[in-house]
Nanobody, 124 residues
Framework: QVQLVESGGGLVQAMGSLRLSCAAS????????MGWFRQAPGKEREFVAS????????YYADSVKGRFTISRDNAKNTVYLQMNSLKPEDTAVYYC?????????????????WGQGTQVTVSS
């Protein structure tokens, strides 16, 4: 099974920036679509952003458009989420996930592998 490990989370002030990374254990990562999701305490896991295996198509939740950017470096088996202009409502555990069969980009049910998550806390 593919292992995904997120890193880069932390505690930042509002309007600050973070870059999350998701490192995959296998080269087969290069043929997976990848997504970022987040979950705050007491809330459902929600879609944040996704990217096709080639990097040619990206999708974003309306709440993060213009602030977050998803990218990937297949040579490094890594996906990134650049998070700018952070708001307190962005506070959540952020998870990366791999979609093997090209399902709906925004649906967590269509993703096959998940990382353990990294905490992002944005203070006011």
């Amino acid at each position: 099974q593919v292992q995904l490990v997120e890193s880069g989370g932390g505690l930042v002030q509002a309007m600050g920036s973070l870059r999350l990374s998701c490192a995959a254990s296998e080269r087969t990562f290069n043929r997976y679509a990848m997504g970022w999701f987040r979950q705050a305490p007491g809330k459902e896991r929600e879609f944040v952003a996704s990217i096709s295996w080639s990097g040619g198509r990206t999708y974003y939740a309306d709440s993060v458009k213009g602030r977050f950017t998803i990218s990937r470096d297949n040579a490094k088996n890594t996906v990134y989420l650049q998070m700018n202009s952070l708001k307190p409502e962005d506070t959540a555990v952020y998870y990366c996930a791999a979609d093997v069969q090209l399902g709906t980009p925004t649906s967590p049910r269509d993703y096959d592998y998940w990382g353990q998550g990294t905490q992002v806390t944005v203070s006011s």
